[in-house]
């Protein structure tokens, strides 16, 4: 059973970089798959922030290109996620997941909320 | 940027058929996926690459996706059914995009 956990601070303050990680068990990252984060402001929609892929190809977000760092570390078992530049609109519930090779992302965290405030 | 459109609902009696569409410029040329999200829930993988379904997902669920509509199809639907639905598109130029989102009522 593949499962995720995600694991970070739950409140950043402005301007400061936030820093997200997330532990696969039940599978090794090295096996394949793409590795994802996607956030969700409080009431709102889903929003892609980034893939990984198990190798270290990245792709991101365009809209967040300039602040997203996401990383992978195969020994741990885990991929992590940096953001930059925090602000209140920044402020959402955030989930690792894993992708499928065209699209969809087939097991997700539950989802770690982080809130932007001084 | 690339965006795709939801309608914000629908509302569907037990047993029937619910349609939820996603539009977006040239759709039909990428890989459309759908999630279900309940309150305090992760969303759910329900359709990927436009028509196949995940292990565990009943077949009442179905996809379809051309020209620039994307459609997830809820036969006989069910009160557990009711949640919020999302699309998703992928392509290797835009990457990954989600829809605004569709709240689905089962009256």
């Known amino acids: 059973q593949v499962q995720l956990q995600e694991s970070g601070p739950g409140l950043v303050k402005p301007s400061e970089t936030l820093s997200l990680t997330c532990v696969v068990s039940g599978y090794s990252i090295n096996s394949g798959y793409y590795w994802g984060w996607i956030r969700q402001p409080p009431g709102k929609g889903l929003e892609w922030i980034g893939n990984?892929?198990?190798?270290?190809?990245?792709y991101y977000n365009p809209s967040l290109k300039s602040r997203v760092t996401i990383s992978v570390d195969t020994s741990k078992n885990q991929f992590s996620l940096k953001l930059n530049s925090m602000t209140a609109a920044d402020t959402a519930l955030y989930y690792c997941a894993r992708g499928l090779g065209q699209g969809g992302f087939d097991y997700w965290g539950q989802g770690t909320l982080v809130t932007v405030s001084t | 940027s690339y965006e795709l459109t939801q309608p914000p609902s629908v509302s569907v009696s037990p047993g029937q058929t619910a349609s939820i569409t996603c539009s977006g410029d040239k759709l039909g040329d990428k890989y459309a996926s759908w999630y279900q999200q309940k309150p305090g829930q992760s969303p759910l993988l329900v359709i990927y690459q436009d028509r196949k379904r995940p292990s565990g997902i009943p077949e009442r669920f179905s996809g379809s996706n051309s020209g620039n509509t994307a459609t997830l199809t809820i036969s006989g639907t069910q009160a557990m059914d009711e949640a919020d639905y999302y699309c998703q598109a992928w392509d290797s130029s835009t990457a990954s995009v989600f829809g605004t989102g569709t709240k689905v009522t089962v009256l």
């Open positions: 990984i892929y198990y190798i270290g190809n990245t």
